[in-house]
């Protein structure tokens, strides 16, 4: 059985930092998308970034324009695990905030429904 379990949530000031973190166990991560979103009050869940396998041993990660220059997605395989780190956080960035793997051979990678597991998710709230 496959299971994702978050980490790293809390409460920070506007412009601060803050990691999450994601364990995954049941299956060996290697080449597997992996993948982060959030979802906000009364929001649908949201593509923050993912990181997929290119061939050739090689991993490109992808981000959410709403994020891109601030979040950095980086994957640990040989612990399989992956990691969100967060910068110049701002009020907007409030949200509960899911890991998520997909097959690589499955399309959608920017997609909710493209993801066959997903984590229980963890709180980040950014104050203003």
């Known amino acids: 059985q496959v299971r994702l379990v978050e980490s790293g949530g809390g409460l920070v000031q506007a412009g601060g930092s803050l990691r999450l973190s994601c364990a995954v166990s049941?299956?060996?991560?290697?080449?597997?998308?992996l993948a982060w979103f959030r979802q906000a009050p009364e929001k649908e869940r949201e593509y923050v970034g993912d990181s997929q396998w290119t061939g050739s041993s090689l991993y490109r990660t992808y981000y959410a324009d709403s994020v891109k220059g601030r979040f950095t997605i980086s994957r640990d395989d040989a612990n399989n695990m992956v990691d969100l780190q967060m910068s110049s956080l701002k009020p907007e960035d409030t949200a509960v905030y899911y890991c998520?793997?997909?097959?690589?051979?499955?399309?959608?990678?920017?997609?909710?429904?493209?993801?066959?597991?997903w984590g229980q998710g963890t709180q980040v709230t950014v104050s203003s």
């Open positions: 998520a793997l997909k097959d690589p051979a499955s399309s959608g990678s920017t997609r909710a429904d493209s993801y066959e597991d």
């Open positions: 049941g299956l060996a991560v290697s080449r597997y998308n």
